[in-house]
T-cell receptor, first 110, second 114 residues
Framework: DAKTTQPNSMESNEEEPVHLPCNHS???????IHWYRQLPSQGPEYVIH???SNVNNRMASLAIAEDRKSSTLILHRATLRDAAVYYC???????????FGQGTRLTINP | EPEVTQTPSHQVTQMGQEVILRCVPI?????FYWYRQILGQKVEFLVS????????KSEIFDDQFSVERPDGSNFTLKIRSTKLEDSAMYFC????????????FGPGTRLTVT
């Protein structure tokens, strides 16, 4: 499984944008970039995924570098409810399992 | 968003006892998974299940573990003879189709082995 590198923790303020980085320098052409998050005492929750182009959904935006060796999850206006561990996961086409790393623990200050 | 439910929410058992963890499937979801998370550690993949067969399993999923989905009903994880190190949160997950990538996770069952 291709490896991702994320900062252990980040902190931001409520109602401000948050940019969560992920490095994946060994990504292959068929690897999809996925983001999940885990709120305290809950199961992981799908956030967004992409292959090459930037993606937006109701939860977040995903910005993918042109060489695909890094990506950034963008929360446009953080709320206290966004405090969670965020996982960047690479999944090759057709794969089934998710391989979780340590993720980034995001703290949101009121 | 589809909601996955798991029962029980918390299970306490003695070492050596059998436990069965249950997951209620979402309609039309075909792929099922079990993951576990030991307190303070990463979420770890255990097993994937499709078309009434195990499609992949990890090294953790040894002979003490089994999964089944009898008669298309609940998806279950059985641990035959629990050990102290089986204490963890167990998450069920599912997804709809092969090239749909989003997995939907349940809230988990906290298993405590004493």
């Amino acid at each position: 499984d291709a490896k991702t590198t994320q900062p252990n923790s980040m902190e931001s303020n409520e109602e401000e944008p948050v940019h969560l980085p992920c490095n994946h320098s060994t990504i292959s052409g068929t690897d999809y970039i996925h983001w999940y998050r885990q709120l305290p005492s809950q199961g992981p929750e799908y956030v967004i995924h992409g292959l090459t182009s930037n993606v937006n959904n109701r939860m977040a935006s995903l910005a993918i570098a042109e060489d695909r060796k890094s990506s950034t999850l963008i929360l446009h206006r953080a709320t206290l409810r966004d405090a969670a561990v965020y996982y960047c996961i690479l999944i090759f086409q057709g794969a089934q399992k998710l391989v979780f790393g340590q993720g980034t623990r995001l703290t949101i200050n009121p | 968003e589809p909601e996955v439910t798991q029962t029980p929410s918390h299970q306490v058992t003695q070492m050596g006892q059998e436990v069965i963890l249950r997951c209620v499937p979402i309609s039309n979801h075909l792929y099922f998974y079990w993951y576990r998370q030991i307190l303070g550690q990463k979420v770890e993949f255990l097993v994937s299940f499709y078309n009434n067969e195990i499609s992949e399993k990890s090294e953790i999923f040894d002979d003490q573990f089994s999964v089944e989905r009898p008669d298309g009903s609940n998806f279950t994880l059985k641990i035959r003879s629990t050990k102290l190190e089986d204490s963890a949160m167990y998450f069920c997950a599912m997804k709809g189709q092969t090239y749909v990538y989003e997995q939907y996770f349940g809230p988990g069952t906290r298993l405590t082995v004493t």
